[in-house]
């Protein structure tokens, strides 16, 4: 039933093209089956943390590397559903992962992507992801700022729809729901107020090339720190 009305509201968006921008109800009934709460465990078991993650192919979902941390095992949970996880590709210094789930049962719809060197400042935009393991949170705010290196490429997207810790590695997404950057985290420092940063979309297409480096460098420290 809930796929059925997932395929009528895809249906619904395709006739009417780019006419309005979505509400955020008709957002979450559109993101939400392919944001994933995470899970992470040690090498006995036991649970190490959570965040979040976004599927944006069959089968493939974006988090943030320190979501994954150094744990043994993490699986990807939904709604008492739990599918077990496998690191694809990794980007350390940017802090995108990519994981996927073998099982052949997990068929989440993927999310579109947007291009974030698109964005401007004052754009509204919505957060979903899960903090502190609350499964399926919702936020919304703007786009506050977007953030360039020396050479003007865009590196962070600030906006002041609120997140907290758990949240890291789900989506933010502009008013058509598609996916312009991933949550990675939160300024805390005292009179600090929705600094909130997200990675942009873009790096994607980055991940391939960059993880090749650093993959073996990371399973390699990761087998270090387990013992196994």
Not at 25 to 34: A, C, G, H, N
Request: aromatic share 6%; proline share 4%; net charge neutral.
């Amino acid at each position: 039933m809930r796929m059925r009305k997932l395929v009528a509201l895809l249906c619904l968006l395709a006739c009417c093209g780019e006419a309005a921008a979505l509400e955020p109800d008709q957002l979450f009934k559109l993101i939400s089956p392919s944001v994933w709460l995470v899970r992470t465990f040690d090498a006995d078991g036991l649970p190490r943390g959570a965040g979040s993650a976004v599927v944006i192919r069959p089968g493939k979902l974006i988090t943030n590397c320190h979501v994954l941390g150094k744990a043994s095992a993490f699986s990807l949970i939904k709604e008492r559903v739990s599918y077990k996880g496998k690191l694809e590709e990794v980007d350390l210094e940017r802090d995108f992962c990519l994981v996927s789930v073998a099982d052949e049962r997990f068929d989440a719809p993927l999310v579109k992507l947007a291009d974030s060197d698109q964005l401007v400042v004052g754009q509204r935009v919505v957060t979903l992801g899960n903090p502190r393991a609350l499964e399926m949170t919702l936020s919304d705010g703007l786009i506050s700022r977007l953030q360039r290196d020396d050479d003007g490429q865009l590196e962070a997207i600030q906006t002041s729809a609120p997140f907290s810790p758990g949240s890291s590695g789900g989506g933010l997404f502009d008013m058509d729901g598609r996916l312009i950057g991933i949550t990675q985290r939160i300024n805390v420092s005292t009179g600090s107020q929705n600094l909130n940063f997200a990675l942009p979309i873009n790096w994607l297409r980055d991940l391939p090339a960059r993880s090749k480096a650093q993959l073996d460098e990371y399973r390699a420290a990761s087998k270090s720190a387990t013992g196994k």
